[in-house]
């Protein structure tokens, strides 16, 4: 839209001459020029946009007197405004070749005698540009001529100012052209220095910045490498908006400024923290302090921003400073090596930041970028002298390792020798140790054996009373019935001796009749007496393995009558209740009758000595019971032994399967009962037993057994 006014403004002004403006405005006039440039004063000034004030007929009493030259930020940004002068060059001085130098921060168009002689900035945007005094060629007649500047003050004016010196709105300086553009060329090769100095600089960061990088990349455990390739590059920005600060061109009112001094200010922090990483320092309270500090800082200084600056600007990079010097002065007197050389630096940090502070203008901001430069340069000579020490230090290990290999070299030799001494006398002692070994083994076997052996006696000496109490029943029946056979034989036989008339046919055939039968019953009981002493002779005997069909229920039963019977034989008072619950369709199952048969043994008798036991101190209420069952779970023959005794103690519970450990008295028990049960059924059958107590209650023994 406002480059559109202007279009219309060249449309609208023709044949504009000096006598079109009316009004009292103030004349300056021309009539010497200064070697340093003419400065053109007595404007005049009036707000608004209006393109009509151009115009030979545009009535210009109601503008009023203005300077300039006062700083930009007096004015409101994003705002337009017009100003105007009248000047009269004097005929005494017989040119019209001028120069208007002009410097501003604003957005402009310039006319000269109602015509648009220059444009400066982005008045759209309202954007500012300076041109730094770069003269622009006018001819001018003697007489009254008058200047129209059409300004946008820029947005987004910041409050401070990074230098002493006013951002002018608006000067205008004449001179002979020839010297204006003599005084320019003067004055870019006076401001070359210091963008030359900001070179320097920014190229010394530059290479500290890649140098600090590339170590902390191939060596990422020393953080300070990293801390120091942040601060360079800080730095390096910061050197960045100096040098772009430092063109006469850029306006110096943009937001860039408010961005580096926050860069400025997080860099002064992480020189901090380069020394708390390098010194290894315990505390990070002041750190963090100056860290919270940023967004607070951000705020003020966007807001009220010339007491933030010369706050921030001051204040902190000298308690930043001070801060230094203090973690320098404890790495020194905690003789951190080599501490001099960081509290040398920091002190020049020190004295270089309070000059600057003390001192303004270019000097201020010199001695500044020195005290910058020290701190860096400061703390890489710190690490050149540290990386040369770690040289030295790998260069005398390196000689040690050296030596020490030589060393290493005749001991290998020495050792060699001895070795070769002693390996005849070591496979001598392997032999004769190997030897010994062997014998040991062979009698460790023997001994398992034997106590295996022991315990299968042991076992079978308690199913003796219990077998002797068995096998009596059968043969008492076999020796009566032999004596009532004897008898029957002698009364057959006394009556085939009488006559043949006399004997009695039916007395004889019911002689043989009970005869007969009672062979039968001596026959089924010295059966009985046989099937109980091979079972005696199969326990005894060492267990081949083979596995047969077998009716778990008629094995349960006759080891559950043994055991009960070779208790009562040592002991006559015992007496316990036998409760049996045997699932009647249980099948046949392959196992090995004689060691599945030695496991219900073993159960069995468990049960009746805990019972025994605790009848021996229970109440005469107690009344001692076992209970056997089986049962079909799961493809699988499930036998559970279950006793109302003194329990299992929990403390223990786990143990009772361990080899030789018992619960008891001496001479007793072996430990291996349970042990060899375990084995028989988890091992030999793929089974498993499961243990259930509570002590002084029950124990309940389970057994599973697969039918495939």
Not at 77 to 86: A, D, E, F, P, Q
Not at 609 to 631: F, H, I, L, Q, W
Not at 638 to 643: A, K, L, P
Not at 693 to 703: Q, V, W
Request: with cysteine; charged share 20%; net charge neutral.
């Amino acid at each position: 839209m406002k480059k559109l006014r202007s279009t219309v403004i060249l449309l609208l002004i023709v044949n504009l001459t000096t006598s079109g403006q009316t009004g009292a405005w103030q004349v300056f006039n021309v009539n010497k020029l200064a070697q340093k440039n003419t400065l053109l004063r007595g404007w005049q000034m009036q707000a608004g946009d209006n393109s009509k004030r151009v115009l030979p007929a545009y009535n210009d009493n109601r503008w009023k007197p203005f300077d300039p030259s006062q700083d930009v930020k007096d004015l409101e940004s994003g705002k337009s405004y017009w100003l105007g002068l009248r000047f009269r060059v004097d005929s005494a001085l017989k040119i019209s070749d001028f120069g208007f130098s002009i410097t501003q921060n604003v957005a402009s168009v310039v006319y000269l005698d109602g015509k648009q002689l220059v444009s400066y900035g982005n008045l759209r945007n309202a954007v500012a540009y300076n041109p730094g005094n770069q003269p622009v060629h006018v001819n001018l007649s003697p007489g009254e001529h008058i200047v129209l500047v059409y300004i946008v003050t820029p947005n987004g004016l910041l409050k401070f100012r990074t230098q002493d010196e006013v951002f002018d709105i608006f000067q205008l300086k004449i001179n002979r052209y020839y010297k204006s553009v003599a005084n320019y060329d003067q004055y870019e090769s006076d401001n070359m220095p210091q963008i030359w100095i900001f070179l320097v600089i920014t190229g010394i960061f530059f290479i500290l910045f890649v140098t600090h990088t590339f170590f902390f990349a191939f060596y990422r455990k020393q953080k300070a490498h990293l801390y120091y390739a942040i601060v360079t590059f800080f730095l390096l920005l910061e050197m960045v908006g100096n040098i772009i600060l430092a063109d006469p061109h850029w306006p110096k009112i943009d937001r860039w400024v408010w961005f580096f001094e926050l860069v400025n200010y997080s860099c002064l922090i992480f020189f901090i923290l380069i020394l708390y990483t390098l010194f290894n320092y315990p505390g990070r309270g002041v750190i963090k302090f100056f860290a919270g500090l940023i967004i607070p800082f951000a705020i003020a200084l966007w807001f009220n921003g010339m007491y933030a600056y010369y706050l921030f600007s001051a204040l902190v990079p000298l308690m930043i400073a001070l801060e230094c010097v203090r973690i320098g002065i404890w790495a020194k007197r905690n003789k951190k090596s080599p501490a001099l050389i960081v509290v040398t630096a920091c002190c020049i940090f020190l004295v270089f930041v309070v000059i600057q502070i003390l001192l303004t203008g270019a000097l201020s901001t010199l001695l500044f970028l020195i005290a910058m430069v020290s701190f860096p340069v400061g703390m890489s000579v710190f690490l050149a002298i540290q990386t040369a020490a770690v040289n030295r230090s790998l260069e005398k290990k390196l000689a040690e390792v050296e030596y020490l290999s030589e060393k290493n070299q005749q001991y290998q030799l020495e050792k060699q020798q001895i070795l070769t001494d002693q390996n005849s006398l070591l496979e001598r002692q392997v032999d004769e140790r190997t030897t010994e070994l062997n014998r040991s083994l062979i009698e460790l076997r023997q001994t398992q054996a034997q106590l295996i052996q022991s315990e299968k006696m042991a076992s079978l000496g308690e199913l003796t009373a219990g077998i002797a109490h068995e096998i009596q029943n059968p043969l008492n029946f076999v020796n009566n019935f032999s004596e009532v056979n004897k008898d029957l034989l002698e009364e057959l036989k006394a009556e085939s001796k009488k006559q043949k008339a006399e004997r009695d046919d039916e007395l004889e055939a019911e002689l043989i009749d009970d005869l007969i039968d009672n062979s039968e019953k001596i026959n089924q009981h010295g059966k009985r007496a046989d099937f109980i002493v091979k079972g005696m002779l199969e326990h005894s005997r060492k267990s081949s393995g083979e596995k047969q069909p077998t009716n778990m229920n008629v094995l349960c039963e006759e080891f559950l009558k043994l055991s009960y019977h070779g208790l009562r034989a040592r002991d006559k008072s015992f007496n316990a209740d036998m409760i049996t619950h045997f699932d009647p369709a249980l099948l046949a199952i392959n196992v090995s009758q004689q060691d599945i048969g030695r496991v219900m043994l073993n159960l069995f008798n468990n049960a009746f000595y805990a019972v025994n036991k605790k009848a021996k101190t229970a109440g005469p209420d107690y009344r001692p019971m076992v209970e056997v069952s089986t049962s079909v779970v799961d493809d699988q023959v499930v036998i559970s032994v279950r006793d109302n005794g003194s329990g299992i103690p929990d403390a223990i519970r786990d143990k009772i399967m361990q080899p030789f450990f018992t619960t008891k008295p001496t001479g007793e028990g072996t430990g291996l009962g349970l042990s060899l049960s375990y084995d028989i059924v988890v091992k030999g059958h793929g089974g498993n037993i499961i243990v259930d107590s509570k002590e002084g209650e029950f124990s309940l023994f389970t057994i599973s057994l697969p039918i495939f």
